[in-house]
């Protein structure tokens, strides 16, 4: 293999790494984070508190857990089949009301995108 292939593989293989670590977060880091969400929100199973657990909540349809009372909106977003995929809950952690504008979610918003990241990162450990 030629010196400028071969430097040009190492351009693009580290230029796909550092693409994958920007989106991966830390989920120790991410329990950290949670500390903020903790007062209302828990990642056991089956239990909510004044929010609904979180746990599982990577991939679920918004809305869905048993028990728990939704607002209206978070009920249309799950009439509508609003999944939370790692870029939703992104951008509902960033800025709730804009995702589910008139919905109950006192959060103000996270704005730190690598310590959104790492809540993701630590959500999705929770399953």
């Known amino acids: 293999m030629s010196k400028k292939l071969l430097m040009g593989a190492t351009i693009v293989a580290g ?7 920007a989106q ?4 120790a880091a991410g329990k950290e ?3 903020v969400c903790a007062a209302c929100h828990t990642v056991e199973q089956g239990k ?4 609904p657990s979180l746990f599982g909540v990577v991939g679920r349809t918004a809305g869905t857990i048993d ?3 939704y607002s209206k909106p978070m009920m249309e977003k799950q009439a509508a089949g609003y999944a939370w995929t790692e870029d939703n809950l992104k951008a509902y952690i960033i800025n709730p009301k804009a995702v589910v504008p008139g919905g109950t979610m006192a959060f103000a918003g996270l704005k ?12 999705a450990s929770n399953k």
């Open 15 to 21: 230029l796909a790494l550092t693409a994958m670590g």
């Open 24 to 27: 991966a977060g830390d989920a």
């Open 33 to 35: 984070v949670f500390k």
């Open 48 to 51: 909510n508190k004044v929010g």
């Open 67 to 69: 028990g728990f009372k």
């Open 112 to 123: 730190d995108e690598a310590k959104v990241a790492d809540l993701i990162a630590f959500l």
